[in-house]
């Protein structure tokens, strides 16, 4: 099992849509928790940090839930734009590794 | 252009070979990470280094590979005896750590091609 998982989907949705993406980890003292964009043959890029009390950056809410381990990520109002690969990343205290997922591709349509 | 760069861009070479990656990370950054990325996969984290002292190296991390970051800036990432499995992007990226917040900031990579 990865340390990592998430729905590699695709996920086809039309503009305007919400759409939301799941992410789960297995080691327990992970720490903090990232969602980065990557869109086709370039590098990924921080979208948002996640934190414990969830928080929101315009369109898009991050959520995390300790106990169940996962971490999830809500587009509303899906633009063209947003269409990309969201990867999930999780850190562990003290640690310098960070573990990715292996990304969720999302394809927003006309 | 103050982001982390990287050269060269592309690299095709023949198995056997040996090749070197260098990355210049964001200039007041301590931390700087090489990762690996396939297609399909999230990238897969090799090495990191703390100023100039490498922390931590994946066990994944072959006695082919080795990092250097002599003086705490610029990193290289040398493969020797290249193999075709060893074909993928190879992304560096750097960091200010501060706390629990490691915001990473990637460069665009380098393209291996092993032949």
């Known amino acids: 099992r990865k340390e990592v998982e998430q729905d590699p989907g695709p996920f086809n949705v039309p503009e305007g849509a919400t759409v939301a993406f799941n992410c789960t980890y297995s080691n327990s003292a992970s720490q903090s928790f990232f969602w980065y964009r990557q869109d086709c043959r370039k590098e990924p890029k921080l979208l948002m940090s996640?934190?414990?009390s969830g928080n929101e950056d315009g369109r898009f809410t991050a959520q995390l839930n300790r106990a169940s381990q996962y971490i999830s990520l809500l587009i509303r109002d899906s633009k063209l734009s947003d269409s990309a690969t969201y990867l999930c990343v999780v850190n562990i205290l003290n640690a310098g590794k960070s573990t990715f997922g292996d990304g969720t591709t999302l394809t927003v349509k006309p | 252009d103050t982001g982390v760069s990287q050269d060269p861009r592309h690299k095709i070479t023949k198995r056997g070979q040996n090749v070197t990656f260098r990355c210049d990370p964001i200039?007041?950054?301590?931390?700087l990470y090489w990762y690996r990325q396939t297609l399909g996969q999230g990238p897969e984290f090799l090495t990191y280094?703390?100023?100039?002292?490498?922390?931590?190296k994946s066990r994944l991390l072959s006695d082919r590979f080795s990092a250097e970051r002599p003086k705490g800036s610029f990193s290289t990432l040398e493969i020797q005896r290249t193999e075709q499995g060893d074909s993928a992007m190879y992304l560096c990226?750097?960091?200010?750590?501060?706390?629990?917040?490691?915001?990473?900031?990637f460069g665009p990579g380098t393209r291996l091609t092993v032949l």
């Open positions: 280094f703390q100023n100039e002292a490498q922390l931590e």
């Open positions: 990226a750097s960091s200010l750590r501060t706390g629990d917040f490691d915001e990473q900031f």
């Open positions: 200039s007041e950054h301590n931390r």
């Open positions: 996640v934190y414990s």
